[in-house]
């Protein structure tokens, strides 16, 4: 089994400081995990993915996440945050090589972006 | 390239009418199917995926029902609608985990309120 912890569903940064969003998951093997963001009334885009390459992943917009084995951990993080960064941010892992494939979501961290 | 779609974007219906959601994906062939319903304050919900023309699984008991009547056309239904199916619907399609590691890719989203 699987599953996604999102620690806080509300962040709230001052633009222009450190945005640190954070994941644990469980799974049994070797996962693969993602973050998405979501903007009001629209579908998720993908920001990354880590699929056991390179433990420090770089997406899109200047975030990147680290994924940490012994912590359980795949936490999301942008040095210095604009307002743009508003929105929803879920995290999400699927277990690789697993058949149906099925993507386990957290359950959001809506980030606020203060001038 | 890939693309998904969905229609309507936006509906208010009364309850006890039926609903049609309705969702296509191009560019792919033989993709996973899913429909996810975000609820105000309840994350993303996994209701049906598919993995091919006919194939159909449920994930959560309700009122909702889906059809996949063609290899990549994926259709939300319901006889009656209830208060309590309003939220913002998303589809989404996943390609072979071998190709592009199980991401998802998400459509726009359909906006559903009853009344």
């Known amino acids: 089994a699987q599953s996604v912890t999102q620690l806080g569903s509300h962040v709230s940064v001052s633009e222009g400081a450190l945005v640190l969003l954070r994941c644990n998951y469980s799974s049994s093997v070797p996962p693969y995990l993602f973050w998405y963001v979501q903007y009001p009334n629209q579908g998720l885009q993908l920001l990354l993915k880590y699929t056991s390459a390179a433990t420090l992943v770089k997406g899109i917009n200047g975030f990147e996440a680290e994924f940490k084995k012994s912590e359980t951990s795949f936490h999301l993080t942008k040095p210095s945050a604009h307002m743009s960064d508003a929105a929803e941010y879920f995290c999400?892992?699927?277990?690789?090589?697993?058949?149906?494939?099925?993507?386990?979501f957290g359950g959001g961290t809506r980030v606020l972006v203060k001038p | 390239s890939q693309t998904i779609h969905q229609w309507p974007a936006t509906l208010v219906q009364p309850v006890g009418s039926p609903l049609s959601l309705e969702c296509t994906v191009e560019?792919?062939?033989?993709?996973?199917l899913y429909w996810y319903r975000q609820a105000a304050g309840r994350g993303l919900q996994l209701l049906f995926y598919s993995v091919g023309i006919g194939q159909i699984s449920s994930e959560v008991p309700q009122n909702l029902s889906a059809s996949r009547p063609q290899d990549r056309q994926f259709i939300l239904s319901s006889k009656k609608l209830l208060l309590s199916d309003s939220g913002f619907y998303l589809c989404?399609?996943?390609?072979?985990?071998?190709?592009?590691?199980?991401?998802?890719?998400f459509g726009e989203g359909s906006r559903l309120t009853v009344l």
């Open positions: 989404a399609w996943k390609g072979d985990l071998a190709v592009n590691t199980g991401e998802l890719f």
């Open positions: 560019g792919t062939s033989n993709p996973n």
């Open positions: 999400a892992v699927i277990q690789s090589g697993a058949a149906g494939n099925k993507l386990t």
